[in-house]
């Protein structure tokens, strides 16, 4: 909550990128994890299918790790921490548990999130998948479809617990708080 954190995310919140070779040369401050993946995908070129369906079909991917899952996954958190076993809080667990249960399904016909590519919507949903494993893993259980996908996400190099500390790059600064 300093003033020079406040001045890149009023909210105070992170994720806040900076990347110094913004667009047109200037630095661009970015917040919000599901802008940030979007702008860091088109910049780069990568994880973001080229065929206007399999696009529109990672952008469904992506809005239901970030819409329905993660805040969901909040507000269960955040119920079990002031009443464990009330109702509201197995309410919030049976809803995450059912988001998962529908990733599932998707995912015994797929390999990945949107389709047979590894795109934004998978890094997303995995940020949920990886705190409901840590926190609730029992919501999980018996997902082998979600379990293979995630084994294979976890696998991936930058997604090892190693590579999930601060990083700098030439173009991009990231922050802890």
């Known amino acids: 909550k300093t003033p020079q954190f406040l001045a890149m995310n009023p909210n105070g919140q992170i994720p806040v990128i900076v990347d110094r070779d913004g667009p047109g040369g200037k630095p661009l401050t970015l917040s919000q994890s599901t802008a940030i993946l979007i702008y860091a995908a088109e910049k780069s070129g990568k994880f973001l299918p080229k065929d206007p369906a399999a696009r529109a079909a990672m952008l469904q991917a992506l809005m239901s790790a970030s819409t329905d899952v993660t805040p969901v996954f909040g507000a269960y958190f955040g119920a079990k921490n002031k009443e464990p076993n009330s109702p509201i809080t197995q309410m919030f667990k049976d809803r995450v548990r059912?988001?998962?249960?529908?990733?599932?399904?998707?995912?015994?016909?797929?390999?990945?999130?949107?389709?047979?590519?590894v795109t934004i919507a998978d890094f997303s949903l995995y940020a949920g998948y990886a705190r409901v494993k840590g926190v609730v893993p029992e919501v999980l259980e018996g997902l082998a479809n979600v379990g293979r996908w995630g084994q294979a996400m976890a696998a991936r190099p930058a997604i090892r617990p190693t590579a999930c500390q601060a990083i700098e790059t030439p173009s991009f600064e990231t922050y802890r708080i």
Do not use: I, M, S, T
Request: hydrophobic residues 40%.
């Open 98 to 117: 059912g988001f998962f249960k529908v990733w599932d399904d998707k995912l015994a016909k797929r390999k990945y999130a949107a389709g047979d590519e």
